[in-house]
């Protein structure tokens, strides 16, 4: 059986940032205060835009190994 996640990662290149909630919650299925926690600590990329924050899709591509390759440090 294969496993999909509610959203897909987008492209990178016609999307270089996502919200951290909803979107990137959804694609790992945690609920907003653990979404927001993961970025707190650190296991989730993120950057902030003024009170926005933001995560990167290439990196977060990267972390899931999406792309090829090992996942980022």
Not at 11 to 36: C, H, M, N
């Amino acid at each position: 059986m294969t496993t999909t996640t509610s959203r897909a990662v987008p492209d990178p290149a016609e999307r270089p940032t996502i919200p951290v909630w909803p979107d990137t919650g959804q694609i790992f299925g945690l609920s907003k205060v653990s979404t927001y926690e993961a970025v707190r600590r650190g296991e989730i990329p993120s950057i902030r835009v003024g009170r926005r924050l933001l995560v990167p899709t290439a990196a977060l591509r990267r972390m899931l190994c999406l792309d090829g390759g090992r996942p980022a440090a």
